[in-house]
């Protein structure tokens, strides 16, 4: 199982970005994905997650300006962001909950795509 993030990028303060995960492999099932983040110096946070029947949860940090979404036939979730603040620098991970074709329900991560906020 695979997940590949794109979409990161530099954004000028009060503007907008939309990160895509896409898995792939052989996934039997996936549950819950979701998008982490973390800046310099700084822990790892959850942003946003959304379960396999569409419920979302979301950092207090970004309620309001980011939505999460996803496309379950696609395998891909999705984090539209607006109203970007240089606050929200950070490397953003994509993570799922996925039941391999063969193995064990298990989470797993994508690479981290760099999200720059700046003027």
């Known amino acids: 199982v695979q997940l590949v993030e794109s979409g990161g990028g530099l954004v000028q303060p009060g503007g907008s970005l939309r990160l895509s995960c896409a898995a792939s492999g052989s996934i039997f099932s996936i549950y819950d994905m979701g998008w982490y983040r973390q800046a310099p110096g700084k822990q790892r946070e959850l942003v946003a997650a959304?379960?396999?029947?569409?419920?979302?949860n979301y950092g207090n940090l970004v309620k309001g300006r980011f939505t999460i979404s996803r496309d379950n036939a696609e395998n891909t979730v999705y984090l539209q962001m607006n109203s970007l603040t240089p606050e929200d620098t950070a490397v953003y991970y994509c993570c799922a909950d996925v039941k391999p074709e063969w193995g064990h329900r298990n989470d797993y991560w994508g690479q981290g795509t760099q999200v720059t906020v700046s003027s």
């Open positions: 959304i379960s396999n029947s569409g419920n979302t």
